[in-house]
C-alpha cells in the first residue's frame, strides 16, 4: 500500500473562518508543480465539504483526508 | 445517403456548435448588490471571493442602497445642490458606516456583530473589499444611483478597476454568467 503521501508544501489555515481557507489554497496550489501534492490544515469545520467542491470545480485532486478532533488535513494534488 | 451529403451535414453541425459555443455562459457570476446591509455586503463579499478562489470570474454591481458603501469617508467633494449634500450626509460613508439588516438595536447590535467577528477571525468588510481587488473580483458602480443621490466620481473608493455604468452593462454581464445573485 502507498499510504505514505509526502507534501511538497504545507499550509497552515488553522483559525481562518469561511472562505479564507479556499481562497488561500486557490493562491497557494500555483506554488506547485503540476502533480505535486499541497497539504492543508483547517480549522475551520466547512471546509470538509468545501475542500472536495473546491477540487471538482478546479479540476484537483484530493488523495488523502485526515480529520483530527478540531482539526482537518487535506492532502491536495494539483492536476491543472 | 450520398456520401456528399453526410459531409455537409457535417459542415453544417459543426458551424452549429460553433455557434453554441459562442453563445454559452462564461464560467463567471455576476451580482447585484441593491442592499446596503452590513450582513448582505458580507456575504456578497464572501460569495464573490469565494467565486475567484473556485476559478470563476465575478463581477458586482453596486447598485441604489448599495451605492453608498463605495464612498471613500476620507474623500470630500464640494459642488454639490441641498440635496446632493443632505444625502451625502444622511446615507453612509462607505462600508465602515453599514449596519445590521437585523438586531442593529441602535448600533449596538453591529457594534457586536463586528467585535464578536473579531474574536472569531472573520474578515471585516474593508478587508473583504482590499482582497476582493487583490483577486480581480470587478466592481461596478451604478451611474442612475450616484446621480440620484448625488454622489460624484471623485468621492468613490480607490478599487482597482472600478468602473460607473448603467443596467445594460450589467445584463450584458448577467447574460454570459453562469450564476446571478440579486442581494
Redesign the interface.
Known sequence: MNDEIKADKIMDLKGLPCPMPIVKVSKGINDIEVGQILQAISTDPGSVSDFPAWARTSGNEIVKTEEGDAEFSFYIKRIV | MELGNIEKQIEELKAQVSALDKKAPENKISMIVFSGDLDKALASF?IA??S????MDAVMFFTFWGTPMMRDKTKHVGGKDLMGNMFGTMLPSGVDQTKLSKMNMGGMGTAMMKSLMKK????SLPEMIS?AGE?GVKIYVCEMSMDLMGFKRDEMIDYPGIEFCGVAKFLEEAVNSKVQLFM
Open positions: 464572501i471571493t469565494g475567484v478562489a473556485m476559478g472569531k477571525n472573520i474578515a482582497m483577486l
